[in-house]
């Protein structure tokens, strides 16, 4: 139901993007995506570039009177570290950086030089991300639907940061405490106790004229059941959102829930078992709701949300540009070479862990319309009051015996 491009190069004039299929009668101002945009810039460990930028967003299609009309919205975020490049000459760049785009991009557009790969493959590109993200936050707050996020590893630096179980009101508030610690530091990391050491970790790293990579983990909030299918390896959500995050320069690893450390547990400590708790004492067992202590699945099963938090994590390779040389090859001569330093992060996981918010964000918003259809916000608040609750009244059962067969067979 919703698409989005982004154009735009690293040190090019701005960056653009177009987001369509959001429905008409959103209310909605740049005002709306500084925020965001903001949230973006900042993050310990950035390579100066964020003193020169201060990404503003202009709308310019798709919202008119303040309210979106259901037509393409078109952002346009400036690059102010254009007027400094503007008519430059510039030295020819030959020498690829290993883990970039630059040798890939060269093979595969037969480029002359590598700076026209790295000026499209930069994630630069990701503030067009975020204010595409912010427009689909704005969209999923209307649903009472909340995203946040907060970096979980530095390096070899772990925070302490349990993942949650028990009571559906306390889960949520542990997230909500851990969005809103991350916001009060700049390695957006809600154990204070690992902030320091982390922060240390990107100095030193900074020292050694390295670059360092991370884990961050994105929640979303109050995300009805039924989001996404089954029946269709492109309409899983968590394929969906796998394949989102893992689209974010340099994330090269993403997982659901603790996927990963699901596969050191023995299934019947992995999957979240189901009771039905009734409303008070004296509910009638039909009135019951459905629900879990666990929520290991990370908000799917079947690829399909479950009504509980949606937690996608993403892992961050050390940025590829480092101040130290690596061994490369000069294409210009055929020598071997070691690359030069070009202006760059030392560790971008806080500020990935934002963009990544927004790609969430916009898979939420996408899935979303896709349940409840509708063009305009007025038919999706009536058919999301009509969304099927996960409760035992609504999903009564036959009961009874019937015979698995197909009709037109012999
Ligand atoms: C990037 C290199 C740096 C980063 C940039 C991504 O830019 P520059 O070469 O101009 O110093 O700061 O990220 C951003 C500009 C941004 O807005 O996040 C790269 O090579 O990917």
Redesign the pocket.
Known sequence: MLRFLTAGE??GPSLTAILEGMPAGLPLTASDLQSDMRR??KGYG?????EI?K?AVRITAGVMGGKTTGSPIALHIENR?WINWRGKEIAPMTIPRPG?ADLVGAIKYGHRDLRLT?ER????E??ARVAVGAVCRHLLSQFGIVIGSYVVAIGDLSADLPYPSGKESSVRQTYLDRFEAAEDNEVRCPDKRAVRPMQQAVADTMQAKDTIGGIFEVVALGVPPGLGSYVHWDRRLSARLLGAVGSI?AVKGVEIGPAFENTRLPGSQVHDEISAEPADQDAKASAAALTRRTNRCGGMEGGVSTGQPIVVRGAMKP?A?TLVPLQSVDLATGRPATTHY????YC?VP?AAVVAEAMVAFVMADTLTEKLGGDSLVEMHARFEALRPGELDELQMDGVPWQFDYYDQE
Request: charged share 35%; no cysteine; net charge neutral.
């Open positions: 690293s040190h973006r810039q950035s390579g100066g570039r964020m930028e990404d570290d970039h790295l493959a930069s994630a630069r990701t503030a320069q940025i540009t070009e202006r760059s992060d971008a500020r």
